[in-house]
């Protein structure tokens, strides 16, 4: 039995309007697919460098239909435990030690209920009543047992707890799956998404992020924040200016009191931008500061 659908967007356009009174401008391609993948149920799949706003979407997507976020964050070692479920055995003991003298089969009965279930975020986004949205975030950091177990769970948005049954969801949460690229995910589980890759925004894109959260900043200073950056990303650097670095550095031009930027700025706040101090000094050499 699959969870019903029904669609919370009446069109791309209607996407992103509501991306962008949840604070996240969206390109065409990204509010395409996100209508896309309402409209079809399908989870979303995004790829891209880090810092170009991946998990930002689905976090504005919540925003937007009114939903809870439930986040499961992947990384080495992650288990079944910690992305569905697990028992809490201590406060079992506990009810056990409280009820010696009686059957297995009468204990059994009574430890192993809801009372006693800890949901993780893959079960609580199925036991969720109202809107949802499921983030499944840098799941290329965990293993492929991690992505077998979201095949199972996203076909039919159901989890078998074998002491208690089926638990199906009453509405299908909006699945957003982010990756690094840092491995290769496999083909089942892309065959079950809509693809979508975010770069790095074009420049008119980005100085209307920049824009939007720094208001205090006049659109030529944008301009000038938004034409750093990219200066930046085009040098071989270890980790290039993210979006999220490119708005705090408006932000840090602001708290300067700056009404432009000169090179004394640059010089001197370029750990702003830059995360690593051989990037820095190659920075500023390139750009003869």
């Keep these: 039995m699959h969870a019903p659908v029904t669609p919370r967007f009446d069109s791309v356009d209607d996407v992103a309007a509501r991306l962008a009174a949840a604070d996240y401008i969206p390109s065409d391609a990204i509010a395409t697919t996100v209508f896309l993948a309402d409209r079809l149920g399908k989870p979303l799949l995004v790829e891209g460098p880090a810092g170009v706003g991946k998990t930002e979407l689905a976090k504005a997507v919540a925003r937007a239909i009114g939903g809870e976020l439930i986040r499961l964050q992947c990384y080495e070692g992650v288990d079944e435990a910690r992305a569905l479920y697990e028992w809490n055995h201590a406060k079992q003991l506990l009810r056990i030690t409280a009820e010696q003298g009686h059957s297995w089969d009468e204990l059994r009965s009574d430890i192993f209920t809801d009372e006693f279930l800890l949901p993780r975020p893959l079960l609580k986004a199925i036991q969720a009543r109202g809107e949802t949205v499921l983030l499944v975030d ?10 077998g177990l979201l095949l199972e769970i996203l076909g ?10 089926t638990i199906h969801a009453e509405r299908a949460p909006v699945v957003v799956l982010t990756s690094n690229a840092t491995r290769e995910l496999s083909e089942a589980l892309r065959r079950r998404c809509l693809f979508l890759h975010i770069d790095y925004p074009d420049p008119e894109l980005e100085q209307r992020i920049v824009e939007l959260q720094v208001p205090e900043m006049t659109s030529a200073l944008a301009e000038s924040v938004v034409r750093l950056a990219n200066r930046l990303r085009m040098l071989k650097l270890r980790k290039s200016p993210s979006v999220a670095e490119t708005v705090d550095w408006g932000r840090t031009l602001v708290a300067l009191g700056a009404d432009d930027m000169t090179p004394e700025h ?3 706040n370029l750990g702003v931008l830059l995360k690593h101090q051989d990037d820095i000094v190659r920075a500023r050499h390139a750009l003869d500061l």
Aim: aromatic share 4%; no cysteine; proline share 4%.
């Design 156 to 165: 039919d948005f159901q989890v078998t707890v074998p002491e208690l049954g």
């Design 266 to 268: 640059v010089r001197d």
């Design 138 to 147: 840098e799941l290329d950091k965990a293993d492929q047992e991690i992505e």
